[in-house]
């Protein structure tokens, strides 16, 4: 009997190339790993005044829609600002 300590199997040793994919990795060669992947927008941090009971209303609806406080910020803004445009 050998005594070398095991050290198990080494998955990487056998060829995974019918069996596993690995599309969850993302590329490190600049170029996408599919066709699907969305611009990045860019965002930057903004503070404002609120009254107390609107931050309240917005934090319950987002909660209900198992959406992010400023996610939703974002949509209504985006929805007043569209709105405001398309009136003037």
Known sequence: MSKKTSLGHNPLAYSLNNHAS?????????????????PVIQKKVASYYLEESVINDVKEIAEREEKSYSCLVNEFLKEGAEKRNESD
């Open 22 to 38: 690995f599309d969850f990795i993302k590329s490190t060669d600049g170029k996408p790993v599919n066709d699907k992947e969305e």
